[in-house]
């Protein structure tokens, strides 16, 4: 212990950390495994895989409704996860807290309760063009339903939103802004705060996709003053499964139900159903009670680690990452943002990303190519698809110095 | 009247010639340059009509059907789909209508090319058999329809 606190100060034991999780001890077509697609689920560590375990081998009960003791401890768990997701958040209190299947679950849910009640026809509602498909679809239901209008702020050539057309855009009859914190494409960390003051300027509500963000930057809603907030537990070195919904107090309280069932009633006759307090009111049905008592252990996990040191290592990975890539000839880096996450997409002139993500796994090394779920951000740049290099915590200069020399073996097959 | 070798004695040579590799960089660069030998499709069959949809990369096909038997032409802008398209070709192109539709296609599994049947929507191989066997069916109900 005393070891592992002294190199921490200095900055992060990579291979410690590499040690929690077994996954990268395996081989794939007979090279140790390189898990560079970070961006599209994280791998766990052992503690978040012990928790899973160890609530079916030994409280496995139903939550919130038992008088026996394991129906005690599994619901003492599985509200410990909503407390300490409260922390990572910083919300101001718990009942903010709301469990969904992902953030692609929670976006929705906004779009289907607080979205029809709100939305009329003729308002706006703003996103941006590197949005993921998941923060298009819902707001595109939306607008049609209600013969509202979906308007997109767009980004230059490095993949940063031009905010001076972000405020061109607002006005009165914007009801809603709704962006990604950063881009699961590009890396594109986008400036949220400024984001959100000028659309309460303006009247409108501020919806935020953290999805790839919560685990790299520092969030804190109370501070970015953010009406909703939404995140995956699976991106977080968590199980898959769980997703966040964040929301205002007063915002989810004045908002009408999601889904009906059990745990969101307070009383049901045949006349007339009274609905629970928040945030019960929103989590209808049997939660998914494992992977979100084993979502605490991922949270644990990141708190121990320590964001700055996790922000500080990825940072030196995009740097490091992005200085190599650039040498490589013929490859081109998309989205060159000031300020990024720890994600590279890049294309590689005549050759398809798919057959370099396929030659790539030939050497162990996975990565993500394709649209990444952003297919209007592809259109932008006139690409049918990148390759994306994501890292998390875990992964190390040498495992890019592995994706660099499998790329010049890559290069040397398609060409 | 056919001199052509049947689905699985063609699937089998596939199979002999991939045993041969040890290495899967062997097995793809092998795929990579049946992929560049591949001839290119002419620029008029490269419309959305002949796209198999489901394919991350962009994939055209064509089918002629000439004396009972189904002639297929197919382009890719990825060469490895390309090198896959190939063999397919090779198997299934000049067979009849019938044997196509009932062909097991063991052969991807055989060589290891399984990754690419897998249900994922950056996998078009899958998409490809499918597409391939339609056109398959339809010409024989064609036939049937007509006869």
């Not at chain 1, 005690?72 to 209190?93: K, N, P």
């Not at chain 1, 709100?118 to 706006?124: L, R, S, T």
């Amino acid at each position: 212990m005393i070891t592992a606190k002294a190199s921490l100060q200095k900055g992060l034991d990579v291979y410690s950390i590499r040690q929690q999780f077994p996954i990268l001890n395996r081989k794939v077509k007979g090279k140790p495994l390189v898990y560079l697609d970070n961006a599209a689920t994280t791998q766990k560590p052992q503690v978040v895989i012990d928790a899973l375990v160890n609530y079916y081998g030994n409280y496995n009960a139903n939550v919130h409704r038992g008088i026996h003791t394991l129906a005690e401890e599994a619901t003492q768990a599985f509200e410990a996860t909503r407390d300490a997701v409260q922390q990572f958040i910083h919300a101001a209190s718990r009942e903010e807290i709301i469990f969904t299947r992902g953030s692609t679950e929670s976006i929705n849910l906004v779009a289907y309760t607080w979205g029809r009640k709100n939305i009329q026809a003729g308002d706006e509602i703003i996103i941006s063009h590197m949005e993921h498909h998941s923060n298009i679809v819902p707001w595109q239901i939306l607008c049609e339903e209600k013969s509202a209008t979906l308007k997109v702020i767009p980004v230059n050539d490095a993949g940063e939103m031009i905010f001076e057309d972000y405020l061109k855009l607002l006005s009165p009859k914007t009801k809603l802004v709704a962006v990604m914190h950063a881009s699961n494409a590009l890396g594109t960390i986008n400036p949220v705060k400024q984001i959100i003051d000028a659309a309460h300027k303006s009247g409108a509500m501020v919806l935020i996709d953290g999805a790839q963000s919560a685990a790299h930057l520092y969030i804190d809603v109370r501070q970015m003053d953010v009406d909703f907030f939404v995140f995956s537990s699976h991106k977080v070195y968590g199980p898959t499964g769980v997703g966040i919904l964040y929301g205002k107090k007063n915002i989810l309280e004045a908002m009408p139900v999601f889904h009906g069932g059990g745990e969101m009633i307070k009383e049901v006759t045949f006349e007339k159903t009274t609905y629970n307090d928040l945030p019960y009111k929103f989590e209808a049905g049997t939660p998914n009670i494992a992977d979100t008592i084993a979502f605490k252990a991922a949270l644990d996990f990141i708190n121990e680690t320590g964001k700055d040191n996790i922000r500080r290592h990825e940072e030196e990975l995009l740097h490091y990452a992005t200085n190599q890539l650039q040498q490589v000839p013929g490859l081109k880096i998309i989205g060159t943002a000031k300020d990024k996450v720890s994600v590279v997409s890049f294309v590689i002139s005549k050759m398809h990303p798919q057959d370099i993500g396929i030659l790539l796994d030939n050497s162990g090394i996975a990565v993500r190519t394709g649209h990444h779920c952003a297919q209007p951000l592809m259109y932008r740049f006139g690409i049918p698809g990148t390759v994306r290099a994501s890292f998390a915590v875990y992964n190390t200069i040498e495992e890019i110095d592995g994706l660099i020399a499998g790329l010049h073996k890559t290069i040397k097959m398609l060409s | 009247m056919n001199h052509q070798n049947t689905i699985a004695a063609i699937e089998k040579e596939i199979v002999a010639e991939f045993s041969l590799f040890d290495s899967w960089d062997d097995k793809y660069e092998y795929i990579i340059d049946l992929g560049k030998r591949l001839p290119p499709l002419e620029l008029q069959h490269k419309i959305d009509e002949n796209r198999v949809k489901g394919c991350q990369s962009a994939v055209w096909l064509v089918a002629e059907y000439r004396d009972g038997h189904i002639f297929y032409k197919a382009d890719s802008d990825s060469v490895i789909v390309k090198g896959l398209i190939s063999m397919l070709i090779r198997v299934l192109s000049g067979q009849s209508a019938d044997d196509i539709i009932q062909a097991n296609l063991d052969f991807i599994r055989e060589i290891g090319m399984t990754t690419h049947l897998a249900q994922t929507r950056s996998n078009g191989l899958l998409a490809m058999v499918r597409q391939m066997k339609s056109f398959a069916l339809a010409y024989k109900l064609k036939n049937a329809a007509t006869t």
